[in-house]
């Protein structure tokens, strides 16, 4: 079992930062990949970026490549999704996941945080 735990949300105006934490416990997290995935009002959830057990392999979704960044420490139970150049389609509440190596699905999600970029 997994328990993840966002922050860092907040409002900004387009072309702000804002970096996300997720704070997992459980003795097993350092061996599971982990996400982000982010659901904006009146739409699906959506996939943001994801990085492997070690921090490698890092993958993001094409609306945000180029201007989200996606890392973890291990030692801290930590993972981070550092977005740049935010526009107002960024708008969201933003979820942390995660989810067993040999699965594809993601069956470990936090309560998410919400992030307002303004025009």
């Known amino acids: 079992q997994v328990q993840l735990v966002e922050s860092g949300g907040g409002a900004v105006q387009a072309g702000g930062s804002l970096r996300l934490s997720c704070a997992a416990s459980?003795?097993?997290?350092?061996?599971?990949?982990m996400g982000w995935f982010r659901q904006a009002p009146g739409k699906e959830r959506e996939y943001v970026a994801s990085?492997?057990?070690?921090?490698?392999?890092?993958n993001y979704a094409d609306p945000v490549k180029g201007r989200f960044t996606i890392s973890r420490d291990n030692a801290k139970n930590t993972v981070y999704l550092q977005m740049n150049s935010l526009k107002p389609e960024d708008t969201a509440v933003y979820y942390c996941?995660?989810?067993?190596?040999?699965?594809?699905?993601?069956?470990?999600w936090g309560q998410g945080t919400q992030v307002t970029v303004s025009s």
């Open positions: 990085i492997g057990r070690s921090g490698g392999n890092p």
């Open positions: 996941a995660a989810r067993p190596r040999e699965q594809l699905e993601w069956p470990y």
């Open positions: 459980g003795r097993t997290y350092s061996t599971y990949p």
